[in-house]
């Protein structure tokens, strides 16, 4: 069994999670986590090994937590399959920009700045996108089997792909400094193709 921590864990991760965030991964020194949370570098080396080892804490669970929002917005959904689609993508877009700094997804920006450096980022990206997909592709098979969608089930997966690719497009794209509105309207350009495929 592990040695229980002696400060708040969720406080510690939520704090690191900003300053790497906002300023990357390496431009973050433990010190500048220690200083802002108020927990000595000590704590912080004794419970995660290294600056790596507390990154990879805050972006595991930064990376769960994008599977459990993008699950909710979709699973809750009960309209058309394009209102779902449009749902979703608006859904990204609207947390996206709430940051006003456009500082983009903690995942991507980590896969662009680490993954030829350590491959464990790649890994936990890439799991992540597969459930991403697997939740879009989830949406996709239910649409064909109630008639909306006309394409071959062998098919789906990749439908449920390319929509998650556009959300990551999105995101590059404000964090680019594309406006609300530009995103807005790619969004639903995205969510009308998918009328291409409706059932006749």
Sequence with gaps: MGRPRSFDEGQLLDCAQEIFWTNGYTSTRIEDIGRRSGI???SIYAAYGSKLGLFLAVFGRYCDGRVALVDSVVGAHTGTF??????YLDAIIEDCTTHPDRRGCLMLNSITELG????????IGGRTIRSLEAILH?????AIAEGELA?????????????????????????AGAST????????????????????
């Excluded at 030829?116 to 890994?123: I, Q």
């Excluded at 989830?138 to 239910?142: F, N, Q, T």
């Design 181 to 200: 509105q530009k995103l807005r309207a790619i969004a639903r350009t995205s969510s009308r193709m998918s009328s291409l495929l409706s059932a006749a």
């Design 82 to 87: 394009e209102d779902a689609v449009n749902n």
């Design 138 to 142: 989830r949406r996709v098979l239910e």
């Design 151 to 175: 394409i071959p089930a062998e098919e789906s997966a990749d439908l449920g792909a390319h929509i998650v690719l556009v959300s990551q497009g999105l995101i590059q794209l404000s964090r």
């Design 116 to 123: 030829s450096r350590h491959p464990e980022v790649v890994d």
């Design 40 to 42: 000595g570098n000590g």
